[in-house]
């Protein structure tokens, strides 16, 4: 599951989906990866936490 949605835009996943594929990046040991893939990776789940954020923010205005 996690495959799938791991290539997925941020804007094109549900709410669960996004909520998974966070807790999956924030439960990862970065210190592990080398230096360019740990930035990619880190680049990735800042992305899902503005989506988060994003939608949390429509959520109330709503």
Known sequence: MIMIIK???PSD???N???LLIKHYNE???T???KKNRKGYIEKLRELENEQE???KE???G
């Open 7 to 9: 290539f997925k835009k």
């Open 32 to 34: 592990e990866l080398y």
């Open 54 to 56: 994003k939608r949390n």
């Open 17 to 19: 989906e996004l909520e």
């Open 59 to 61: 959520k109330n205005y």
């Open 28 to 30: 990862m040991d970065f």
């Open 13 to 15: 996943l549900n709410e």
